[in-house]
């Protein structure tokens, strides 16, 4: 009886203290039947499909062989195969750090050679992967770290152009505990200390357990799968296995849980092997194959399995030749404990060229203790995956492959390309006292302008005049030493810090981590073209700095943040009818320059309501724009195209065209109007299918005549009732399927500032039809669904089981393509 109810006790404590994620979703695409590995289910995915009749949600398996001789080969067999941009979406119960692992191998399937297929996959803030299929013949498996902030992860599969599928054969999008990423991280060059890892996306490269055994994900709290470190190894000579059979200290308040590491992770460990060797000083070293460009997040786990005592087990760290850790003795880490985990964070980039991360245990030149030093197992991360707005890489179109396969580059001329703009636009002094809370300048991700390229770049800038130069210290002083607490932005070219410079101006700080980048020389015939635009709706570069081996760059600040904040979710007071039309009428402006204002058109390919800023007087300028001219400079030796956009705005004619115009810009924009209207998210799975897409649903009533029904009950009885049909014809014509068919900006401008006429005047006073410059147009408006309503019917919310509510959608992206080419 006692033993039974010390059974109950101790399962209740066991059941205490494992760990249950609460987003736990695992799909076995393609699949038609639930898939069982190590007691974790796969659903099938089927019923998400079952009511799909469009040839983009292909169910595909495979009978070969080739897919059953590695780890859970049963998620291989099948896949789910796309053939325009897709995306999957999974409600968020738990905000914060999830793992998304993504499962591909590529086959032949029917008439889909899943082998030459070549895809981006994205969520809505970060660029995972850019895929290709060519370069991985075997299976493939990525884990990635991310803090998600939102009720839902939609995560995107967008083929490349000239590749037309993607695929996926599984997906997990699992909760983690919070504090598995978090603390502080040391950063070994320059030294410092690192405190955004909370924020930090990751991508795992390898995790590996020193001196023991594959670690399979079912042996792991959260199903991480560990390997075995040999193949590391320099000389496996140097170093012992070791083995221990205690038990393992974890250690309530510090050090490492059960679920930073599973027991056998720290109950195994290489330790260094003095006494067979009669040089007693060497290092022993793992080397590991890692991208030149980006920065790792190295994770060492230590545990004293080895000491017969304490303070006996002194050792240093090195990561690429630098110190790390010096002379450290686990035990005074570790409150005086033996066989106590702890684990330490830090940061390193690869930047000698050489490809390679190296890390070495070696013995303490301390006098009088034993040359001995231990490793028990690593995990090695990629940082700054990316972040920013839906970028989807970019796609060298003339067999340039300018950037395949590394994110970064094309990030980087992703944001180079709006940083030469953004120089361009601003060349007169600030405007005003603006200040403002929150925005972040481009939501492009990565940032990688600094070394020999920049040079040029900044040369460049100082020979057409532009802009303003800061002293660093002036900046410093300005973001007090860029201080945490001034971050208004993260993204992944840095920070933006709110500053105040002496004179008491506002200014928006975006400070970059330099990194190096090539080609910048291309763009430099591109200044003298973009040094024409400037404008009082587009958002100002006041100056840069580039002291120091900084690259930052100081933008006028907007105090009233982001159009999309002050329409729905935050405490902003409710806008007017006529302060909404106003707002709108400003970002048009905005947008008609870009579009006219220079020889070639320039495509904003983001318009959305959270790259419009507002300044202290509600003015409206746009944002993270201009990431899209095209000279003929560019088209001949780089990108040119790329795909961008965000879900919910995109262009449909991207479908049929694969080109982006002008008049992409002028349907999101569309949507932005809707959006003002109705004041609600343009993607929202948490209503009922019809209603997600906030356009179509709109579209769809408005042609029932009911528009009073959708829009914002702040505006109910507020709109004069012809400024509200002006406005929603004008948002209808934007939002026409065919580019063709949508008026120019300029004819959206000249309508809003009717509908705005028509709101405060009195309809008497101007004549409708005479002045419809719209209606000149094709007028209907030619079912914006093709593309969306398909994407409702394919289910966007279809329910895979209990908790496990996973759904499709097709939202998607646009190519950009300079019209006239
Ligand atoms: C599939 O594509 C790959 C790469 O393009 C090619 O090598 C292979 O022969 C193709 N297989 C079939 C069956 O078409
Ligand atoms: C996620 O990020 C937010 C800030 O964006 C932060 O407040 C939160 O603590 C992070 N969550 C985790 C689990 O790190
Ligand atoms: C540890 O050693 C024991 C006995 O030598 C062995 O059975 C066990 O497999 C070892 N464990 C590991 C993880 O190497
Ligand atoms: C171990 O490696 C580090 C970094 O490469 C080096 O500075 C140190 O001298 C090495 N120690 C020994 C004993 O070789
Ligand atoms: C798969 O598992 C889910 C949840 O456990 C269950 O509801 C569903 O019926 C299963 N489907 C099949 C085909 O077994
Ligand atoms: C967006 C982001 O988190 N960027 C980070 C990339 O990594 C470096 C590492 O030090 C950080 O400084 C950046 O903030």
């Known amino acids: 009886m006692q033993l039974f109810v010390l059974l109950i006790v101790l399962g209740f404590i066991y059941a205490c203290n494992a760990y249950t994620p609460v987003d736990n979703y695992l799909i076995d695409c393609g699949s038609s039947t639930n898939t069982t590995i190590d007691g974790r289910v796969f659903l099938q995915d089927l019923s998400v499909s079952s009511s799909v009749s469009t040839p983009e949600k292909i169910l595909a398996s495979t009978t070969s062989n080739s897919a059953s001789s590695f780890d859970n080969s049963e998620l291989y067999r099948t896949a789910r195969i ?40 994205s969520t809505e803030s970060f660029l995972l992967d850019n895929f290709d299929a060519q370069s991985n013949a075997g299976p493939v498996f990525k884990e990635y770290s991310l803090n998600i902030t939102s009720d839902t992860l939609i995560l995107g599969f967008t083929p490349w152009e000239g590749s037309s599928i993607a695929f996926v054969n ?40 020193m001196g023991g055994p594959k670690v399979a994900s079912s042996q792991d709290s959260l199903g991480r799968t560990w390997i075995p470190d040999q193949t590391f190894m320099l000389d496996v000579n140097l170093a012992n296995p070791k083995n221990f059979s205690g038990k393992i200290n974890y250690q309530k308040d510090e050090g490492a849980t059960e679920e930073t590491a599973p027991r056998i992770v720290y109950a195994t460990a290489r330790e260094l092997a003095t006494s067979d060797t009669p040089d007693e000083n060497f290092n022993m070293t793992w080397e590991f194959n890692v991208d030149s460009n980006p920065l790792y997040l190295v994770r060492l786990h230590f545990c004293d399995i080895v000491s017969e005592a304490l303070n006996l087990l002194y050792f240093n760290v090195y990561i690429n030749g630098l110190s790390a850790l010096r002379d450290v003795d686990l035990s005074t880490l570790m409150v005086n404990k033996l066989a106590a985990p702890y684990y330490a964070d830090f940061i390193v980039g690869v930047s000698d060229g050489s490809n390679k991360l190296r890390v070495s245990i070696g013995p303490s030149t301390l006098n009088s203790v034993k040359s001995d030093g231990i490793l028990n197992g690593l995990e090695v991360m990629k940082m700054n995956v990316s972040d920013g707005s839906f970028d989807v890489g970019s796609v060298a179109k003339n067999n340039h492959t300018v950037i395949l396969g590394s994110v970064l580059g094309a990030v980087a001329f992703t944001v180079i390309l709006a940083l030469v703009l953004a120089f361009i636009v601003q060349r007169r002094k600030m405007a005003g006292n603006q200040h403002s809370k929150s925005w972040v300048p481009f939501s492009v991700f990565g940032f990688s302008i600094a070394g020999s390229s920049k040079g040029s770049m900044i040369s460049s800038l100082q020979h057409t005049d532009m802009g303003l130069q800061f002293s660093f210290i002036v900046l410093q002083e300005a973001t007090q030493n860029f201080d945490e607490n001034q971050v208004i932005g993260v993204g992944g070219f840095g920070k933006v810090y709110k500053g105040i410079l002496r004179d008491g101006t506002k200014v928006a700080v975006k400070r970059g981590n330099p990194k190096s980048q090539q080609g910048l020389r291309e763009f430099r015939t591109e200044i003298d073209l973009l040094s024409r635009l400037r404008h ?105 195209t790329a795909v961008k956009g965000s879900f919910g705005y995109l262009d449909p004619e991207y479908f049929r065209r ?28 948490t209503r009922p299918r019809e209603m997600v897409n906030l356009a179509e649903w709109v579209m769809k009533m408005m042609k ?58 009195g309809p ?47 939202v998607f992206s646009q190519l950009i393509k300079s019209e006239g080419r």
Not at 105 to 111: A, D, L, R, S, T
Not at 615 to 636: I, R
Not at 668 to 680: D, K, P, Q, T, W
Not at 707 to 724: F, M, R, T, W, Y
């Open 82 to 121: 796309f053939t325009g941009p897709s995306s999957y979406s999974f409600p968020i119960k738990k905000q914060g750090r999830h793992f998304i692992r993504l499962y591909f191998f590529p086959f032949v399937y029917q008439k889909y050679n899943l082998t030459s297929s070549k895809f981006s996959v």
């Open 704 to 761: 029932k005549g009911e528009l009073e029904q959708v829009i914002d009950p702040h505006l109910a009885g507020k709109i004069k009732s012809d400024s509200l049909r002006k406005f929603a014809e004008t948002a209808e014509k934007c939002l026409s399927e065919y580019g063709v068919d949508r008026p120019a900006m300029g004819d959206v401008l000249w309508n809003l500032d009717y509908a705005l006429q028509l709101q405060e005047a």
């Open 658 to 685: 694969q080109q982006l115009t002008e008049k992409s810009d002028v349907y999101s924009f569309g949507v932005v109007l809707i959006e003002v209207l109705c004041a609600r998210p343009v993607i929202d799975p």
């Open 764 to 810: 008497s006073e101007l004549e409708d039809d005479s002045v419809n410059r719209i209606s000149e147009l094709p007028s209907q408006v030619r079912n914006i669904g093709t593309f969306d309503s398909a994407a409702l019917e394919e289910g966007l919310a279809a329910n895979i089981g209990d908790d496990s509510e996973v759904s499709m959608n097709r």
């Open 170 to 209: 599984a997906i997990e999008v699992v909760s983690v505990p919070d504090d598995l990423i978090g603390g502080d991280a040391q950063i070994l060059n320059p030294p410092g200390t690192y405190k955004g890892l909370p924020e930090e996306a990751l991508e795992l490269v390898y995790r590996v357990n």
């Open 536 to 640: 009082r709706h587009l958002v100002s570069l006041i100056g840069y700095c580039d002291e120091r081996n900084e690259m930052i760059l100081v933008y006028e600040y907007m105090e009233k943040g982001t159009l999309k904040g002050h329409l729905y979710g935050s405490d902003f007071p409710h806008l007017s009818w006529k302060q909404r039309l106003e707002i709108c009428i400003g970002s048009a402006k905005g947008l008609h320059y870009l579009h006219t204002g220079s020889a070639k058109a320039i495509i904003h390919r983001d318009v959305k309501s959270a790259n419009i800023l507002l300044d202290e007087n509600l003015m409206a300028k746009v944002a993270d724009f201009g990431l899209s001219k095209t000279g003929p400079e560019l088209d001949q030796t780089h990108v040119s």
